[in-house]
């Protein structure tokens, strides 16, 4: 025995007596084959029990939704683009590399969980690649590039892109048999290379596992788009903090006093404005020309910097700010006449007066703040 016993949302046997079973078909009606059995796939482990809820079967036809228009998406571009059967390695760029790495580990490490029967770790696993890494950021990554005509690494994105694509279907299917088959198909009957589709099996399930290969363990590409993912990161949570829109592009500084960190960035440049919502990039070794104000965001091999007035509309900003304060004087106001007014202090609980006088230290710290940074903006 391989997994553990599967219980109703409060974790009781399911039982014809307390009428807490679940119908499968039911569930495959509403949700879909393929989710029902990725989601008891998912997390299981020897031995250990798994409470079972519709929520879970949801989350899954949602990752198998995701990964239907990702592979649209992909299929869209390869229909209007001439993709070559092969590629030589020095035409693929650092992403490309990265992500090819990524998934040649993979298929390394889920060969091992499968062949240990280790099913949870091995859907987890390619979960996460599937919707991080080749979803979230290597897809992004590479839509610069496909919308492009004059790019010359557009041939390359698109191999990497089909390649990525049927090897992360191959280990998927044992999850989701449905959805991968169907994919697999479509890729093969719009293959417009007579000898690449003569290649491919006629089904998924008869197809080869993806195996390991030397050639794509590209360790050097992994770090360095490991070290642009974490300033884009960092970049993302400065935003976040100050509620800048996507929408608002600003200069992004990448300050760093080793060359090949300032390389990295360089030849990555087109994908990181892109992620980073950067209308221009530029990347020196100190920090020559950068405004004092200047919002930073520290990384492990280098100084991220951003002219404050990229991120922020100044006028507008102090006239919201301008509104906050009023609002906090008069919250201000009112709460100091509460615990001023002898009447209340006598007769109210004192919780009420604790919550009172927590309401007033919250306001009066919020006060503060607000004062700072119109105190700042308006050096500017």
């Known amino acids: 025995m391989f997994h553990g016993l599967v219980r109703d949302s409060l974790g009781r046997k399911m ?15 509403k949700y879909g ?37 990702a592979s649209r ?31 040649n580990k993979l298929s390394a490490e889920m060969t091992e969980n499968m062949d ?27 839509k610069p590039r496909l919308y492009s005509d004059t790019d010359e690494t557009k041939a390359s994105a698109l191999f990497t892109l089909k390649t990525v694509l049927i090897n992360m279907l191959k280990l998927l299917h ?79 500084i990448v300050v760093a006093d080793k060359e090949e960190v300032r390389k990295v960035f360089t030849e990555g440049e087109k994908f990181f404005a892109s ?28 100084v991220i910097y951003m002219p404050f007035s990229d991120l922020v509309d100044i006028d507008k900003e102090i006239e ?4 906050e304060h009023k609002r906090l004087e008069g919250e201000i106001a009112r709460s100091n006449g509460m615990l001023n007014n002898e009447k209340f202090v006598s007769k109210a609980p004192e919780a009420k007066i604790n919550e009172e006088k927590e309401k007033l230290a919250k306001y009066t710290e919020m006060m503060k703040q607000v004062e700072e940074q119109l105190g700042r903006l308006k050096k500017n």
Not at 40 to 56: H, K, S, V
Not at 119 to 138: H, M, N, R, S, T
Not at 278 to 283: L, Q
Not at 287 to 295: F, H, P, Q
């Open 33 to 69: 084959a393929d989710a029902l059995r990725f989601t008891l796939i998912t997390g299981n482990a020897p031995g250990n029990d798994m409470r079972f809820y519709n929520e879970r079967v949801e989350a899954s036809r949602n990752f198998a939704n995701k990964v239907w228009n």
């Open 116 to 142: 240990a029967f280790e099913l949870g770790i091995a859907v987890q696993k390619v979960y996460d690649f599937i919707w991080e890494e080749f979803c979230d950021w290597y897809i992004e990554m590479v």
């Open 174 to 252: 044992p999850f989701m048999p449905f959805v991968t088959e169907e994919i697999y198909q479509a890729l093969r009957e719009n293959e417009p290379n007579d000898a690449v589709k003569a290649a491919m099996e006629e089904s998924i399930m008869i197809s080869a596992w993806p195996e390991f290969k030397a050639e794509w363990d590209f360790a050097k590409e992994e770090a360095e788009v490991a070290l642009i993912k974490e300033a884009v990161k960092s970049i993302r949570a400065v935003r976040t903090n100050m509620n800048v829109p996507p929408s608002r592009k600003a200069k992004v």
């Open 320 to 323: 919201r700010l301008l509104k």
């Open 275 to 302: 992620l980073s919502y950067a209308g221009e990039v530029a990347v020196q070794a100190d920090k020559a020309g950068i405004d004092e104000n200047a919002v930073s965001a520290v990384i492990s091999q280098a």
């Open 73 to 103: 998406f992909i299929m869209m571009n390869l229909d209007a683009a001439e993709v070559p059967a092969n590629i030589e390695l020095s035409a693929l760029t650092p992403a490309d590399k990265w992500i090819l790495s990524r998934a």
């Open 15 to 29: 039982s014809k007596s307390l009428g807490n079973g679940i119908d499968p078909l039911e569930i495959i009606d």
